[in-house]
């Protein structure tokens, strides 16, 4: 019944994730679209209904739907594919190169779009990039905005704010000012029009953000889910909940230590996108009445990025700040965990007899806490506290996957640009396929990040780099990926006596 569940649940994301996205630049109906992306889960949701009792799936059934699926996928998109010119889903980037090369091929005035300024605030636009930062060559007026090409003759960094603040002053907050690189690595500026503009005298109505209510209710009711669930992982049954309510009360130490892990890591983003002074949501809970109690929580930005190192700190605010709680929630838990032998099938969700040695920093964390009781063929019954900080730890190891709109993929987009972003989130995701050939608990892992769009939003200014600091802190947090990742390594495993 929980697989069901879970199953729907994953279906309803996936069709929301395509009609969003995919939907807008393909006539292929989304149920079609929806379909063929399923059509691994499908199979292996109706390969474990049938047969309960079996842990393993055979290789093909794992390996074929993982082949079929992708190419079917991008078959049926290309099928139904948009003409570029009614597209509403490119990127900025290819909207603005398309647009810029019909508008040089044709030769009708009617086709041009409406020019968005007059000719003496042009003047005033060309005098806003100075020769020796960025030599303005050319100004093209398309339906999204007004493209500025040139060279750029100085620092990214120091271009960027001075040719920004010189728009400004023209235009005040009229245009959003982009700076990004065409595939050919050269530097542009666009000038969008800017839906939160205060100067405009018809603005876009403004979506409500802060809603607290629905923040706290959804924090109340994640709170019931969670403790029920923790209930249950201390060794309460549902029958004896129905004759003592109170026992409830045993899965509070589960559910108010993932609950605090969870909200630290939202309102970590929350608050550094507040810093920077970017829309967003509060930080809202899913409850979920099976499995862990909860399918986490998540906060919605509404405005872009203004910077790639926005970027960076937003994304790894989250993990940092949930790792920072996790650790201290996992040592008091495992303080508390029971020794038990080693079972005969090892599943990385089983609490009751958790292998240690399947992360190397799980094993270390382990060894250190329960000392000489940890010994080669046992295994850790897992406190409930426990269990919220493994979760925890797991929770830590997906955002930080370098893919697409996870926190690892906004990272490597900020430290690498985006497209090497795009190659190493690629890259990955077949990595995450292939682990979960050898261990089939990653096949929800490799579920979500096949329906995980691999592109991410680029920031206003998306040119300027990193500086050394925040790469340095970003190679550290894949290093973490790695730690929690990684199977404990055989020498690693007799030098702790776990092996």
């Known amino acids: ?53 079996q842990n393993s799936m055979p290789s093909f059934l794992v390996l074929i739907p993982l082949l079929i699926s992708p190419i079917l996928y991008i078959w049926l998109i290309q099928r139904g594919k948009i003409p570029p010119t009614e597209s509403k889903d490119k990127s900025s980037l290819e909207k603005l190169e398309k647009t810029l090369k019909e508008s040089e091929s044709t030769q009708e005035e009617k086709t041009k779009p409406p020019n968005p ?51 400004e002053k023209v235009f005040q907050d009229r245009f959003l000012i982009i700076f990004q690189e065409t595939l050919q690595g050269q530097p542009f500026f666009a000038l969008v029009p800017n839906p939160y503009s205060d100067t405009l005298p018809q603005k876009l109505p403004q979506e409500k953000l802060i809603r607290p209510g629905m923040a706290l209710f959804l924090l109340l009711l994640t709170l019931l889910t969670t ?39 939202e309102l970590s983003h929350y608050l550094f996108a507040i810093y920077y002074q970017i829309r967003t949501t509060l930080p809202y809970f899913i409850p979920l009445p099976f499995f862990l109690g909860t399918f986490g929580a998540f906060i919605s930005i509404k405005s872009p990025m203004p910077h790639r190192q926005a970027v960076f700190d937003v994304a790894i605010a989250g993990p940092v700040g949930g790792f920072l709680v996790t650790i201290p929630v996992l040592v008091w838990g495992l303080a508390y965990s029971e020794i038990v032998p080693m079972p005969e099938k090892m599943n990385i969700l089983n609490f009751t007899a958790l292998d240690p040695r399947f992360s190397l920093l799980f094993s270390i964390i382990s060894k250190i806490v329960l000392g000489s ?24 190891a997906l955002n930080l996957m370098p893919v697409g709109q996870l926190d690892g993929g906004h990272m490597v987009h900020a430290m690498f640009g985006q497209g090497k972003a795009l190659i190493i989130g690629q890259i990955t995701r077949l990595l995450v396929i292939i682990l ?33 600091t925040r790469d340095i802190l970003g190679l550290l947090a894949l290093v973490l990926l790695i730690a929690i990742l990684l199977p404990l390594p055989p020498t690693v495993a007799q030098w702790l006596s776990l092996y």
């Open 1 to 53: 019944m929980e697989l069901i569940i879970l199953f729907l649940f994953l279906s309803t994301i996936s069709y929301m994730v395509i009609k969003q996205n995919i939907s807008k630049i393909t006539t292929t109906p989304i149920w079609l679209l929806w379909l063929s992306l399923m059509i691994p889960p499908l199979i292996w949701a109706g390969w474990y209904i049938l047969n309960p009792s």
């Open 227 to 265: 403790t029920i669930i923790g209930a249950e992982i201390s060794g309460v049954q549902v029958s004896e909940l129905e004759t003592n309510p109170f026992l409830i009360l045993q899965g509070l130490p589960y559910s108010l230590c993932l609950i605090a892990i969870l909200g630290v890591h």
């Open 436 to 468: 979960a050939l050898v261990r089939t608990e990653f096949l929800l892992w490799a579920i979500i990040l096949i329906f995980m769009p691999v592109t991410d939003q680029p920031a206003l200014n998306d040119v300027t780099e990193l500086d050394n």
């Open 373 to 396: 009781k940890l010994v080669a063929d046992q295994a850790i019954s897992l406190h409930p506290a426990a269990v919220a900080g493994y979760i925890g730890l797991i929770i830590t």
């Open 117 to 167: 300024i007059n000719a003496q605030e042009e003047k005033a636009l060309r005098d806003c990039f100075p020769w020796g930062v960025y030599y303005l060559q050319k100004i093209d007026y398309l339906p999204q905005g007004i493209l500025c090409m040139g060279k750029l003759m100085t620092a990214p960094e120091k271009a960027y704010p001075i040719v920004k603040g010189n728009l």
